[in-house]
């Protein structure tokens, strides 16, 4: 995610390399951090990770790929999975994140790591039995060209099942940030109809998209921006300064929405279950 203080940018136009070195430079920066932060990224993460299935005993063993793997904690869960002598492929933009999950997991034999770009994966056809991927493609430039990456590694009845975001994810920090005259705090997300359309063009027929609205609390502004930019978060506008005016003008903003719980914080999360003919 990434706000000016959040979310993320996506469009299916050609990608930036400009874009994706920040994004891998920002998430690289975060990754001593991010297992302590990521708390609404796991409590995403645990809704996919109930619909993976399991590879049956006395199967072929698997070949998964997390994508967007960050410091690992889905990929080590993922050897569980994929049967015995099963295979799992750690891929991140970050370098950083890379470190990390190699330093935590890098001790299993069955687990790999591997830094590229979802939109252009160094993987044969057909070679994948199983794709996880916990909020992180809504980072791709080019949404139909990572879909297509993944139709085109997955085998006949492989399955990629994605943690994404839609519009409306922190809604309430946008609200918050905002100024008069200025481009929106949050960046561009896309929704269920646009990620149905490239789906399809990327080649799925077997597809379920859904939708879920999460929310979580935190004590103050300062908490919530470390759990937005401690995992990786990037501006929307760039280079831009914050004065003491416009942070009081955000706390008031914000302190306006508190809840008994805390300062909330909305995700719109959507889910996509894909099959490969």
Request: hydrophobic share 40%.
């Amino acid at each position: 995610m990434s706000v000016h203080c959040a979310t993320s940018r996506q469009a299916d136009a050609a990608p930036s390399n400009h874009w994706q070195r920040r994004v891998a430079h920002a998430f690289s920066r975060a990754a001593p951090d991010y297992e302590r932060l990521a708390r609404a990224q796991r409590v995403m993460g645990e809704t996919l990770w109930a619909r993976l299935p399991v590879c049956a005993p006395g199967s072929t063993p698997w070949r998964a790929l997390d994508l967007g793997c960050g410091p690992g904690h889905w990929s080590a869960r993922l050897v569980e999975r994929v049967g015995h002598n099963g295979k799992v492929i750690g891929l991140d933009l970050a370098p950083g994140m890379l470190e990390t999950a190699r330093r935590t997991h890098g001790g299993n034999p069955r687990l790999r790591w591997l830094c590229a770009d979802a939109a252009a994966l160094p993987l044969p056809d057909a070679s994948l039995d199983l794709v996880f991927s916990n909020l992180a493609i809504q980072w791709c430039p080019n949404l139909t060209a990572v879909l297509s990456e993944l139709h085109r590694v997955l085998r006949p009845g492989g399955r990629a099942l994605i943690n994404t975001l839609a519009p409306g994810t922190l809604a309430e920090v946008g609200h918050a940030w905002s100024r008069p005259g200025e481009p929106p705090a949050l960046l561009p997300l896309l929704g269920r109809q646009h990620h149905l359309a490239a789906t399809r063009l990327a080649g799925f027929r077997r597809v379920a998209v859904d939708q879920q609205r999460l929310g979580f609390h935190y004590p103050d502004l300062a908490a919530v921006m470390a759990s937005i930019k401690g995992v990786g978060a990037q501006t929307a506008r760039p280079g831009g300064r914050l004065s003491r005016a416009d942070l009081a003008r955000a706390q008031r903003r914000y302190e306006a929405l508190r809840e008994p719980n805390g300062l909330p914080v909305s995700y719109q999360l959507l889910r996509l279950d894909l099959t490969r003919d």
